[in-house]
């Protein structure tokens, strides 16, 4: 039977110091060292004030003793209630408590999981929940100052609103021209890729060979489906690559309009390089997106000639928060290496508890067709 220990700060620290030194860990108290991203609270902190709040450096890639602690039933539901209630209530160790649930894009689920089993009723989960949607808000705000770029809050989360992103792209470079990764070295350069894309804009044969810039690339025309993008195999020497681009209509003449509509090039580029930015497996790389040019540049997925999509699971992609709810089928997903690969994020959901909508920074997807929370 597991034993439950009385809420003390001795009984807090007692376990959290066996936690820290079982698993290799280093206790730092130094309050100004935020330099490690593995830096992470403990509940520890409840007990103490803000002056000489203790915070603990994990090493390892397993639970830091915050999580470790709660999911091993350390406290009973009454005291870890209240106990997560009051960390939501303070703006400092919100701050932390948020980033440790949230660090992991792969564990949002199993961490949503493990504070829901934290809580000792569903009506003391719901007002805890609207307690951390008030804490997320701000950890939201801070996180955006911190920032230093725009595809760093996109590695966080695919539905930041399209000031924020602008305003933090200009705040970096100095024009809102929003431009998203590196195009890279083996296609070219960037006069190389505008020209490449405004040519194409004019009308291109179902192939087509073109010299940009002492480069020569193949160009082979794929289906756009039933919308307006363009959608091109260029092919340079060795180096295989998708470009997709889309003229503004009357219903996205803008970039906001681009990006809050649903399966446009803007919209599928957040999704595509949030996925892309945290290594999942389970959609094609994307290298590049140019908002002056409404074009994006995306690696070459082969598909496994002998092996047909068959509704595998999307396992990656479901840990990193997405749903795929494609009214028309699975014709956007092929097999690559035998893995369920996503060619076309255009009904793609972003979608988390843990990563609530926070109506300053962050919206609801155009994309979601389904899943919403």
């Keep these: 039977m597991l034993n439950v220990m009385p809420f003390t700060l001795s009984s807090l620290n007692a376990v959290a110091k066996k936690t820290l030194v079982s698993k290799n860990t280093q206790i730092n108290t130094n309050n100004n060292n935020n330099n490690s991203a593995a830096l992470i609270a403990n509940l520890a902190i409840l007990a103490i004030s803000n002056k000489s709040f203790i915070r603990f450096t994990s090493n390892s890639e397993n639970d830091p003793p915050l999580i470790n602690m709660l999911k091993t039933g350390q406290l009973n539901k009454e005291e870890s209630s209240k106990t997560i209630k009051e960390i939501l209530n303070d703006p400092q160790k919100s701050y932390k408590f948020i980033e440790v649930l949230t660090q992991n894009p792969r564990k949002l689920n199993t961490n949503l999981q493990i504070l829901e089993n934290s809580i000792e009723s ?42 924020k992103l602008v305003a933090k792209y200009e705040e970096k ?13 083996t296609f070219g350069s960037q006069e190389t890729f505008t020209q490449l894309v405004t040519e194409l804009k004019t009308g291109v044969k179902k192939t087509e060979e073109k010299e940009i810039n002492g480069t020569n690339f193949q160009i082979k025309k794929l289906s756009g489906g039933k919308t307006r993008k363009g959608i091109f195999k260029i092919t340079n020497g060795d180096n295989k690559f998708i470009l997709k681009f889309e ?3 009357e219903y996205a003449k803008t970039l906001k309009a681009q990006m809050e509509l649903p399966d446009t090039i803007a919209t599928n580029a957040m999704i595509d390089y949030y996925l892309t930015a945290n290594n999942c497996p389970n959609s094609s790389k994307i290298y590049y997106y140019d908002s002056k040019l409404n074009a994006s540049l995306y690696e070459n997925v082969e598909s496994d000639e002998d092996e047909e999509y068959r509704q595998e699971k999307l396992s990656d992609y479901t840990e990193l928060g997405m749903f795929f709810n494609d009214t028309l089928g699975y014709k956007n997903i092929i097999m690559s290496n035998h893995t369920p690969v996503i060619i076309d994020a255009g009904h793609s959901t972003f979608s988390n508890a843990l990563k609530p909508m926070a109506p300053e920074f962050t919206r609801n997807l155009p994309n979601n067709i389904g899943q919403s929370f």
């Design 247 to 249: 003229e503004p209509n």
């Design 122 to 163: 569903s009506r003391t989960y719901e007002l805890v929940y609207n307690d951390y949607v008030n804490a997320f808000s701000n950890f939201i705000k801070k996180f955006y100052e911190k920032a230093e770029s725009a595809e760093e809050l996109l590695k966080f989360s695919p539905n930041w609103k399209t000031d």
């Design 173 to 185: 470079n100095g024009d809102r021209n929003l431009k998203i990764g590196k195009i890279p070295e």
